[in-house]
């Protein structure tokens, strides 16, 4: 056992071995839909009226929608969206284009910004799976606008702004990488749950808006490669997308772990996470399964 540290998140980490587990051993397979559950679904085609009005939606060449945005109707702060990435009930990022998604969201961040000026920052992820906190299992992502900067962010930009960003200046190597390409690095790294990964840009930007098309078109076939990987073993996993607070300057990043394991009485009172595995191990259990899924994207 030792003490270790997010070199992002600042978080404290217990890696606790004897409580490790190969991806397998984690499996979960959540039940079928039933027939119920696909004609009530409120994110499929045909049940837009059970959501609240749209703030835009993406559309093909045929006028089929392939992404909307719309209020949440449970929404936790005055601006929480609902983003739903693809119109098939059952669907995941490795088997649609993702290319209509980033648009979406590109074109509703800067939607906030010029309508609101009292916004501050932006959370943007994704919950798939219960036991990731997805409550419909239509694929969506959620937006939520604060009009203040929390102070887990605050740090973050301390830590990563100007020449003293911890990723330009290379402290990720205290993970584990596994891919590196012309615009991104895939890594594993000691976060809060096993098998946890970043993908950051080797450039200093801070927002997905500020991405070159070439860049975009990388960074969404890593993810495509990710989820690819995850679904073999897991059944659910949270994708935070880390963006930089209203003109403030920041370095983009991404982070994606599987729902393995849940905070107890230990972390809850003390502030430290145990997580039985570290880069190393994860990359031993999960490292080649992730690189034939990048193979499989095009990356060699």
Sequence with gaps: MRLGRDYLLGTPVIISPERAKRPHQYSYEEPP????????????????????SEHLRITNTSGRWQVRIFPNKFKIWKIHDVIVDTPEHLKDWDEVDL?????????????????????????????????????????????????????????????????????????????????????????????????????HLKSHKPSPEFLEKEEVEEALLFLKAVVKAFKKFFSSYNVLFFLAPRDRDFHFFVRIFPRVTFYAGFEFESGIVVNPLDPGKAFEFLGEEILSALRFFGFE
């Design 33 to 52: 839909p039933s027939p119920e559950e696909l004609k009530n679904c409120p994110f499929c085609p045909g049940n837009e009226h059970l959501t609240p």
């Design 99 to 199: 290319r209509p998604l980033f648009e979406a969201i590109k074109r509703r961040i800067g939607q906030i910004y010029k309508e609101h000026p009292e916004v501050k920052w932006i959370s943007l992820f994704r919950n798939y799976g219960k036991l990731a906190g997805a409550s419909i299992r239509h694929s969506h992502l959620q937006l939520i606008a604060l009009d203040f900067v929390p102070e887990r962010i605050q740090r973050l930009v301390e830590k990563l702004s100007g020449e003293k960003c911890a990723i330009c200046r290379g402290e990720w190597k205290e993970g584990v990488l596994i891919k590196e390409s012309m615009f991104f690095r895939l890594l594993f790294v000691q976060g809060a749950q096993p098998y946890e990964l970043e993908l």
